[in-house]
């Protein structure tokens, strides 16, 4: 079944895989990405009508709302972005401007459909790659008479076409040898296109970037890349010449089409941390922009038109998805028109004990899984014991209840305090299956049981 086309209940199913938990959010987002398969099956003058309910997630850090969000969109094979709003200032500051979202979301689509595009001319790319190769191998000869057997019309189409003839065959069996492997260790030169320098990089972050302007896009034609000898294997000359050639077979402006109607109808931008700009105005200072933050996003959600350099973008059918702890603030400090944008809340709740352990062991992405796959690479079997779980998870648990409360990251902290050890030595280790027990993992973090203070640990 295709992935667009998965129930609500599939849908839930599948972030089971990666997420513990948070059922209410699952739904919610479930139904979302539910309804806009449905929005493209209704009456074309219903279907302008019918706008996706954004949703904004309420609950601490760590425990899931970005996650869910960047799940539903591999789910959905949708364009994706995680932004927080806290980078963006109102209009007449120094700062990032709110449809740079948009702007990277169309980059976002871009690659993606462009991979896409590649993917479907790679096998055509990889031949015509090889045909260069072999050009570089065996470099066609012009023959130095041509002008005097041109006179000699019948005897030179004779010849040329027994040479054509075993040329060809040279040409297959060396087409052959190259395809199968057989020189992949020789050095062979190619000639590439150099990467021009990224002319206003060194003003990245400071807004100018908003302007509109690509200065290498506006001065390509008139500057074309250089192109440069390189001496390189023939396996990675493969690589670079499959690549170039299925640059040139892929058709940008068809990419740029199907990528701005991809963002228009199932772009996704995951605004975090927007309880940041949610308190009340002091009236001067940092925060005195943070109402005009707000009312600077509402027109994005709402649904207006973003000029992109790959052409106009419509945000009225983007979903967004908003976050925040909400600890100081409150979802009700947010202006009432951007509050009416966001109809569906879900509150998720903090994680307990028997969360962490179901973190540790269940997702098919776990923590364990990722340690014993990392370990695995230099031979070394880790074996958790279900008392060491227990003891890792009440652990953390307890550490998030007496300090700050950081969700399913405590974990990072201590498996990686845990297993430092057994990290370093591991390459040098004779021996190759170690057992993590309760006695352990007692071991290994009583110097931080003693104070419960993990902050020294986190870089």
Do not use: C, W
């Amino acid at each position: 079944m295709n992935k667009k086309q998965l129930t609500p209940r599939e849908i839930v199913t599948e972030l089971d895989k990666y997420i513990i938990g948070q059922k209410e959010a699952k739904k919610a987002v479930a139904i979302a990405l539910r309804n806009r398969y449905r929005r493209k099956l209704v009456d074309p003058k219903m279907k302008e009508e019918i706008i996706p309910k954004n949703i904004l997630m309420i609950g601490p850090t760590g425990v899931g709302k970005t996650e869910i969000a960047r799940r539903l969109a591999k789910i959905a094979r949708a364009p994706f972005i995680k932004i927080e709003v806290t980078k963006f200032t109102e209009v007449g500051y120094v700062g990032r401007d709110v449809e740079s979202m948009v702007r990277d979301l169309t980059e976002s689509a871009i690659r993606m459909i462009k991979e896409d595009k590649i993917a479907e001319v790679e096998s055509e790319a990889e031949k015509m790659a090889i045909s260069r190769i072999v050009d570089a191998m065996l470099p066609t000869q012009k023959n130095k008479d041509e002008e005097y057997f041109s006179n000699l019309v019948d005897d030179v189409n004779k010849k040329s076409n027994e040479l054509d003839a075993r040329t060809a065959a040279r040409r297959q069996r060396m087409f052959k040898r190259v395809e199968s492997g057989k020189f992949d260790e020789q050095l062979i030169e190619i000639e590439v296109e150099e990467t021009a320098p990224q002319m206003m990089e060194v003003f990245s972050g400071s807004g100018v970037e908003e302007m509109g302007i690509n200065f290498q896009d506006m001065l390509g034609n008139i500057f074309p890349n250089k192109k440069k000898s390189k001496k390189v294997k023939v396996a990675q000359a493969k690589e670079i010449l499959k690549d170039a050639e299925a640059q040139k077979l892929i058709d940008m402006e068809q990419v740029k089409a199907e990528a701005i109607e991809k963002v228009e109808e199932d772009g996704i931008i995951f605004l975090d941390e927007i309880d940041k700009i949610a308190g009340r105005e002091s009236g001067s200072g940092p925060e005195v922009s943070r109402q005009g933050v707000q009312r600077d996003i509402l027109p994005i959600v709402e649904g207006s038109t973003v000029v992109t350099k790959h052409g106009s973008v419509k945000t009225d059918h983007i979903l967004f998805i908003a976050a925040g702890a909400f600890h100081v603030a409150s979802p009700a400090d947010l202006i009432p028109e951007l509050q009416g944008r966001f109809p569906l809340r879900v509150n998720l709740a903090s994680l307990s004990r028997q969360n962490f352990q179901d973190i540790l062991l269940l997702p098919q992405n776990s923590l364990i899984k990722q340690y014993k796959a990392l370990l695995n690479t230099e031979g070394i079997e880790i074996k958790f014991s279900e008392k060491a779980v227990e003891e890792i998870s009440s652990f953390a648990y307890d550490v998030n209840e007496e300090t700050e409360n950081i969700g399913a990251r405590r974990l990072h902290t201590i498996m990686e305090k845990l297993l430092e050890d057994l990290s370093f030595n591991a390459s040098e280790m004779d021996e190759k299956t170690i057992e993590i027990d309760l006695e352990y993992v007692n071991e290994k973090l009583k110097d931080v049981v003693a104070d419960k203070d993990l902050s020294k640990y986190i870089l």
